[in-house]
């Protein structure tokens, strides 16, 4: 009897810690999808005034109107969408009615629509707040020449355009240009992964239990003569 105590002192711990695991991912899918309905509650709230000063934690998300003269200054960010496929994101500097010079990032167009016309001109735009961090360490430079970019980086496009720090997702405009698809915000980019640790954990725990019942169960047998 004494063979089998520390296996199943092992087998014991080993269980209790996968399981501890997976019910702390449980308390935090719980966290996550209370954020993420947030989120999206805030998302649809009704549209107000571009704040004078919006602050990126603060002011994140948050819906907007504004009427002025969309621009023909341009940056294009490359992209790839399940939907749509590959393309760009046209960044266009939005002059508004107060005279602030802002950025909207109007949408998605295919490649071969890069360095197409584009509506310009008197326009109302409603869309959300959104200081995206996107740049990691595999995020390639800029192609200056060429006008790719392959992240938002507010910072860096409003230096280049010439505008305040803010970045505009639209979701609707009036006159509407259907060469632009909106690409509105939402919580899909957000990662939700707590689930697949969930059953990552639980699963290793009910392999744990079964592989000591079975080490136990091979301690256990007679030896043959």
Same mark, same amino acid.
């Given at each position: 009897?004494?063979?089998?105590?520390?296996?199943?002192?092992?087998?014991?711990?080993?269980?209790?810690?996968?399981?501890?695991?997976?019910?702390?991912?449980?308390?935090?899918?719980?966290?996550?999808?209370?954020?993420?309905?947030?989120?999206?509650?805030?998302?649809?709230?009704?549209?107000?005034?571009?704040?004078?000063?919006?602050?990126?934690?603060?002011?994140?998300?948050?819906?907007?109107?504004?009427?002025?003269?969309?621009?023909?200054?341009?940056?294009?960010?490359?992209?790839?969408?399940?939907?749509?496929?590959?393309?760009?994101?046209?960044?266009?500097?939005? *002059? +508004? @009615?107060?005279?602030?010079? $802002?950025?909207?990032? /109007?949408?998605?167009?295919?490649?071969?629509?890069?360095?197409? !016309?584009?509506?310009?001109?008197?326009?109302?735009?409603?869309?959300?707040?959104?200081?995206?961090?996107?740049?990691?360490?595999?995020?390639? *430079? +800029? @192609?200056?020449?060429?006008? $790719?970019?392959?992240? /938002?980086?507010?910072?860096?496009?409003?230096?280049?355009?010439? !505008?305040?720090?803010?970045?505009?997702?639209?979701?609707?405009?009036?006159?509407?240009?259907?060469?632009?698809?909106?690409?509105?915000?939402?919580?899909?980019?957000?990662?939700?992964?707590?689930?697949?640790?969930?059953?990552?954990?639980?699963?290793?725990?009910?392999?744990?239990?079964?592989?000591?019942?079975?080490?136990?169960?091979?301690?256990?047998?007679?030896?043959?003569?």
């Amino acid at each position: 009897m004494s063979r089998l105590i520390l296996p199943i002192v092992f087998g014991i711990v080993g269980t209790a810690i996968l399981v501890s695991l997976g019910n702390w991912q449980v308390r935090r899918l719980a966290e996550k999808e209370t954020y993420l309905a947030a989120i999206d509650a805030r998302i649809a709230d009704a549209p107000v005034d571009l704040p004078i000063t919006p602050d990126p934690e603060v002011d994140r998300f948050r819906p907007v109107t504004a009427t002025g003269t969309m621009t023909s200054d341009e940056l294009h960010v490359l992209v790839s969408t399940k939907k749509l496929g590959a393309g760009y994101r046209i960044i266009a500097a939005f *002059e +508004t @009615d107060e005279g602030r010079r $802002i950025m909207v990032d /109007r949408g998605f167009v295919p490649i071969p629509a890069k360095e197409a !016309t584009r509506l310009t001109g008197p326009m109302s735009v409603t869309g959300n707040l959104h200081w995206p961090a996107e740049i990691d360490g595999f995020t390639p *430079e +800029t @192609d200056l020449v060429a006008n $790719i970019r392959f992240a /938002r980086e507010v910072p860096d496009m409003a230096i280049a355009l010439g !505008t305040e720090p803010i970045l505009v997702i639209a979701r609707d405009s009036t006159p509407n240009d259907p060469s632009v698809t909106p690409l509105p915000v939402d919580t899909s980019g957000i990662p939700n992964d707590h689930l697949e640790y969930i059953v990552t954990w639980y699963g290793l725990a009910i392999v744990w239990v079964l592989m000591t019942l079975y080490y136990l169960l091979r301690m256990r047998k007679p030896k043959k003569a």
